[in-house]
């Protein structure tokens, strides 16, 4: 089992089991966080925006040109933002700390 560290928009530290290969959206969900993935995982919103730790952000897969088009568009932005329906955990994540924003935006809505 892989660790994962959930920092809320609140200050509170939550943290979470995963599977080698679990999609961090899912364990993020299954942990309780307000991450809606509104369209499922297909990059076509922005509503599973995290702020990864800068400690752990150079260790994930670079992000595709089609998240970094979404990012452009996700509410309070960072220079380590990555939208977790794109992460894809394995044993190098093992510890993993993100933040949650404390706000959304939903492209699809407006």
């Known amino acids: ?8 928009a609140e200050g509170k530290l939550v943290l979470a089991e995963a599977e080698t290969g679990d999609v961090l959206l899912r364990v993020a969900q299954g942990a309780g966080m307000p991450l809606e993935g509104t369209c499922e995982g297909q990059m076509a919103c922005s509503t599973c925006h995290v702020i990864v730790s800068p400690d752990w952000f150079d260790r994930l897969e670079p992000a595709s040109m089609d998240e970094e088009d979404m990012l452009d568009l996700a509410a309070g932005v960072a220079r380590t933002s990555r939208l977790s329906c794109q992460i894809e955990l ?12 404390g706000v959304s935006r939903d492209m699809q809505i407006g």
């Open 90 to 101: 394995t044993e190098a994540l093992d510890g993993l700390e993100v933040r949650i924003p």
């Open 1 to 8: 089992m892989l660790n994962v560290r959930f920092l809320t």
